[in-house]
């Protein structure tokens, strides 16, 4: 029996991960011109759908600080009387101007407060976005991986199988041992089937936070390696810059604005008034003129009139609104101290993750060496005749659970990152 044809034939799969995919993996990665994840990102902000119907509440926000500036327009109203049955009438002009005298300030005081807060939340909705995208794209290198290994030992396990089937028609080998390795082909292809699935459904997933159709091209370019060691420096571990802290903030002052303007709407204010009136009366009896004739008592007389009136706050002061206003800064205040709590936490413990599982990592990647070197033993010793095909399937199936391993290992650094960038508000 040639001994190193069949070794060569079981341990096609050595190098599972050091090349490039081949078979279904080329439809999903592209390191030249696939999509990375910096890339993706910016996809997602500018497309996804749900982002861009929230950067609409921005402008929303603008426009009701632009009509906060706007001060009351005047009234003006028209009336006309008639005399029942006779000549007699009247028609008068009014206007009514609102001088808005301490309103206008504190509207717009608050108005501005409110889209800096909506801006704020844009903001942090960006940094969840991003986020989001980042674990999506995590979740598609890792299935990507995990297919390239299933494909890989399927071949391996197809071209073994092959070779056995010759044996046995040469009668150089047991029929026993060709049906174990049909079972096991059948099991790997179920597995590469599976793996598949598993990255058809994390596809789907990234482009649906990236806002594509889920029959949309999309290739990767970047893999689960490549992701784990990024040319970027982690930045410092600070929250202070943090979209929904600052969003937090920002409310507590929506709440101070929205007290003075509580206030301001219980003080007096004041309106203009004007008319002008015309009135055209007349009598039966009759009067001398000044040339001494008669002639019906007539005449047509002009009114103009001006005033104000002042709105007094005798009973209505606006108290009930004053406290709500004060119950609702009481309020903005304990969530903001929850949000500084919640990402101080955030970030100590995106931290101690990353730690952990890079220190994870690097006790895998010393396991992947030692099942490697496991496994070259196994097939000296099977050249030399010592052990049996089903050893080196064996030790070549616990070399790829390593290797899946390892790609655990990986995902879980990268994920461990994801959550710490997110935790420190990075939204790139």
Known sequence: MRSKEIVAALCGVVVLCAGDAHGQTDQYLDTERGVSLAGAVATAVEQEPSFRAARTELDAARGMQKQAA???????????????????????????????????????????????????????????????????????????????????????????????????????????????????????????????????????????????????????????????????????????????????????????????????????????TGSYMRMDAGFSQRGFNAQSALEPVHGVFHYLAGGAMVMVPLRNRNQGEIAAAQADRVGASARLEAARLMAQAEVAAAEAQEHRARQALAVLEGAVQLSRQNLDVIRQTFELGRTTASEVLAEQRRYLQVENAHTSGLHAVFDARTALLRAQGDVR
Do not use: C, H
Request: aromatic residues 2%.
């Open 70 to 272: 706007r001060r009351p327009n005047p009234t003006v109203s028209l009336e006309q009387r008639q005399q029942t049955g006779g000549s007699d009438n009247q028609s008068a002009v009014g206007i009514e101007w609102p001088l808005d005298l301490f309103r206008q300030k504190t509207r717009v005081a608050l108005a501005r407060r409110e889209s800096e807060a909506t801006e704020l939340s844009i903001a942090d909705r960006q940094r969840l976005l991003a986020s989001d995208v980042r674990s999506r794209y995590g979740q598609a290198a890792a299935a990507i991986r995990e297919l390239v290994i299933a494909e890989n030992l399927a071949e391996s396990a197809r071209r073994d199988l092959n070779l056995r089937r010759s044996r046995v028609d040469e009668g150089a080998s047991a029929p026993l041992e060709r049906d174990l390795l049909d079972v096991d082909l059948r099991v790997l292809e179920s597995e590469r089937l599976m793996a598949v699935g598993k990255t058809e459904g994390a596809m789907i997933e990234l482009k649906r936070v990236l806002g594509l159709r889920a029959d949309a091209p999309l290739k990767l370019r970047e893999t689960l390696e490549t992701l784990v060691t990024p040319t970027e420096t982690t930045p410092p571990s600070s929250t202070g810059d943090r979209a929904d802290v600052r969003e937090a903030e920002a409310r507590v002052r929506v709440a101070d604005a929205r007290i003075d303007r509580a206030r301001s709407e219980g003080r007096f204010d004041v309106s203009l």
